[in-house]
């Protein structure tokens, strides 16, 4: 072991192979090594008496020369989201602070806490789905799309929904004018979803359907559309976020008041585990709480006081807690802080099976092994110099792996800051996703940070700070509380205002934004380009479609969603009859807007 060590030192002294090369300070290869190597020596490797006044050694004869030599590049290192200190060096001292304890805290994989993962083999077995968002234009465009993203080594795919459509209006609607299937695809009816779901299934492992307000009716045409087509509901995977309270949280898209909007979605979760159970019901996209610039805790403990929500109302259907949490998943994203991200990550695990033991009792396995998909983020792809961001990606793909335990990761792309993505940008984000696997090394041993004095300082820190901010939504009652207060969004509103902020004066640099930028920049990529014609074709076929249904088993139809509305009735089965005999999305979202009324918010972000 020495006789290695000398080499390499001699080796970089250019004093040849002797073992006496002489080090920087004039001693000997061996004095550095004895002095240096406390293990070796006896010492205590566990924060004891030795390391102590080795670390006071280091700080005095090693570091404090270095830097009068060299100063530090910054008067205070801090991780980027959190805005937490870091410390120069982290060695077992930091986790003795914290108590760490290696089965309590690491464990193994597969089993409780789950921090190094849910899977015993991690990614040595199988490999994560890999996936990718698309949607534009009408049901036909979206499947070309498909089976273009499938051929590119993908097998996952994330149908995104235009504005029109997840917010329950047909595209005839005076609100849809200019709207449609601009940023997603085109949905009115049963007909469009069978031309949307008419790509190559036997490619595909995981589908997830974006369409959170209207999600019942979105629910419905897929049943029907695959079970016209043939197609087995066991041969693929489907995800539907359902996760409505993140949309009156942060992004936007909600129908109606809180409290509906949560029947409706606990409606949609208990008719999947009683009707398809091979399903995910409910995935709660933390993911748009760190677009809209949670940091870590926040965007954990918020998502997690969410879910909990969706938890107790199903649990009020009569099901037990093993019965239904093998059916929640999570979607999350990752920022540029590279080590920020994976303590995030294992944090999660962590945090949600002791939420599950803890307050729910639960028991099984499954309930306890957290199911997620997670993301490089969305929000730091920059105009500016856009071929940067595919290392900004590879970066973020590179913590997704390491942090471990994501069965599907999916990936923005490089061009979205300009526009919808385009081919190109497909292929590149698709070969990142593979580049990462394939020859990377790093799917090839489980949990491979595990033991990093730093890497588990941080994953202990978010999870105690994570129980901590979900006691405090819980002395408000709840999520629920925590929306129709504005807690939640006054909070994402300072933590965007604070990071604006840290950007415009320098203090956070974005390479191209504000670093080494270039004011005569010329963007050169490939741009996506919507057919101008697609909308109107899409009024067309819907006007088309109501002239020769049977209007009669429409308004019965629609009668029978009303008297479910008007109960405690699920309404899967009435509106999937509705969406058999061709009524409309928008028809159907206007019989509940009438039942249960349209959410006008109060301003929720004053003083902030």
């Known amino acids: 072991m020495r006789l290695y060590v000398a080499a390499q030192v001699s080796i970089v002294c250019g004093h040849g192979a002797s073992v006496r090369c002489p080090m920087p300070d004039g001693k000997s290869v061996e004095s550095y090594v004895s002095k240096r190597d406390p293990i070796e020596q006896g010492a205590s490797s566990d924060g004891g008496s030795d390391l102590d006044a080795n670390f006071k050694r280091w700080e005095t004869e090693t570091l404090a020369p270095a830097l009068e030599s060299a100063p530090e590049r910054k008067e205070k290192f801090r991780t980027q989201a959190l805005k937490w200190d870091v ?13 760490f304890d290696f089965n309590r805290d690491v464990g193994f994989p597969g089993e409780f806490p789950y921090t190094r993962g849910t899977d015993p083999n991690g990614y040595r077995s199988r490999l994560w789905t890999m996936a990718q968002v698309t949607g534009f234009g009408t049901g036909e465009d979206w499947a070309t799309r498909a089976d273009y993203m499938l051929e590119q080594g993908l097998d996952g795919l994330i149908i995104e929904y235009d504005l029109p459509t997840t917010n329950g209006l047909d595209s005839d609607h005076p609100l849809a004018a200019g709207e449609v299937g601009r940023a997603g695809v085109a949905i009115d009816s049963l007909e469009d979803m069978e031309r949307t779901l008419s790509f190559d299934f036997s490619k595909l492992k995981h589908l997830t359907s974006v369409c959170n307000g209207p999600q019942p009716v979105n629910l419905a045409m897929i049943i029907a559309a695959i079970e016209k087509k043939g197609i087995d509901p066991a041969s693929f995977t489907l995800q539907m976020p359902n996760a409505i309270l993140i949309e009156y949280t942060c992004v936007g898209r909600y129908i109606y008041p809180p409290e509906h909007g949560l029947r409706v979605a606990t409606d949609v979760i208990e008719y999947t585990i009683r009707n398809q159970p091979h399903w995910v019901p409910i995935a709660v996209v933390s993911a748009q709480l760190y677009a809209a610039r949670a940091n870590p805790v926040q965007e954990l403990a918020f998502g997690f006081s969410i879910a909990m929500e969706y938890l107790d109302s199903v649990l009020k259907r009569g099901l037990t807690i093993d019965e239904v949490a093998p059916y929640f998943s999570f979607i999350t994203g990752v920022d540029m802080d590279f080590f920020e991200a994976i303590g995030k990550l294992r944090a999660y695990r962590k945090v949600w099976a002791r939420l599950l033991t803890e ?52 990936s923005p792309l490089h061009d979205e800051a300009h526009a919808l993505p385009s081919e190109e940008a497909i292929a590149v984000g698709a070969a990142i996703q593979n580049i990462v696997a394939h020859e990377s090394g790093t799917a090839d041993t489980i949990d491979p940070l595990a033991g990093s004095y730093y890497v588990e300082s941080m994953t202990r820190r978010i999870e105690d700070a994570v129980m901590a901010e979900i006691e405090k939504i819980d002395a408000m009652g709840g999520a629920l509380e925590a929306i129709k207060t504005g807690y939640f969004q006054r909070e994402l509103a300072r933590e965007q205002f604070d990071r604006n902020k840290e950007i415009e004066d320098g203090s956070r640099k974005l390479v191209g934004v504000n670093h080494l930028a270039k004011d005569d920049e010329e963007r050169q990529i490939e741009l996506f380009a919507l057919d101008p014609g697609s909308e109107q074709r899409q009024i067309e076929r819907l006007e088309a479609l109501r002239e020769r249904r049977d209007n009669t088993k429409v308004d019965a139809a629609l009668g029978r969603v009303r008297a479910a509305a008007e109960t405690d009735e699920n309404l899967m089965p009435s509106i999937l009859e509705a969406v058999k005999v061709l009524a409309t999305q928008g028809e159907i979202c206007d019989v509940l807007r009438e039942a249960f009324g349209v959410y006008t918010p109060d301003s929720l972000t004053s003083g902030v």
């Open 359 to 410: 307050r729910y009792g639960a028991k099984g396995e499954d309930s306890l092994r957290l199911k997620l998909m997670s993301s490089p983020g969305t929000m730091s792809m920059t105009l500016q110099q856009p071929l940067n961001n595919i290392s900004r990606l590879s970066m973020q793909m590179l913590s997704c792996v390491l942090g471990g335990g994501a069965q599907t990761m999916t």
């Open 87 to 99: 410390n120069r060096l982290y060695s077992p001292r930091d986790l003795e602070a914290i108590d």
